[in-house]
């Protein structure tokens, strides 16, 4: 289970990241929500990136506390905010991802991977444009058309 991302399709609204930090912090700080959206005003695009749930998951191996865990392969991450310190401020997993997808909230000093919401995945549901969707399938991938 993944969330798939259509950039060619995505806006640059940051919808989903204002959803995401709602439904997990109870606040829209988008600097601290499991999705983000970067965007390149110059070339016209955005992209979209959250956690892929890679079969290998490097970040999990990165991680000394053994804070990172999942119930199987390709299932969501959790991070554990109890055994997350963050590294003393510089979080092994985050470098440890291949494709920039875990984050470090610098407010609660602990790592971020998207744990698609409890399979309801906020992002999903509110994003207008269909760049963000919800998928079962087996390998990541990231449209970049």
């Known amino acids: 289970m993944s969330l798939k991302f259509k950039n060619k399709l995505c806006t640059g609204c940051h919808l989903c990241e204002l959803v995401c930090s709602a ?25 979209v990136m959250a956690c892929f749930s890679c079969p290998d998951a490097p970040c999990i191996a990165a991680c000394s506390r053994d804070a990172i865990s999942r119930e199987g392969p390709r299932q969501p991450l959790f991070v554990d905010p109890e055994k997350c310190d963050g590294c003393g401020g510089d979080p092994a997993c985050v470098p440890a991802c291949p494709y920039g997808a875990m984050y470090f909230d610098t407010v609660a000093h602990y790592a971020l991977a998207c744990d698609l919401c409890g399979g309801d995945p906020q992002c999903v549901r509110y994003c207008y444009s269909g760049a963000v969707s919800f998928s079962n399938g087996k390998s990541p991938a990231a449209d970049s058309e």
Do not use: D, M, W, Y
């Open 23 to 47: 439904f997990h912090l109870g606040e829209f700080a988008p600097t601290r929500a499991r999705i983000r959206v970067k965007n390149n005003p110059l070339e016209g695009k955005s992209t």
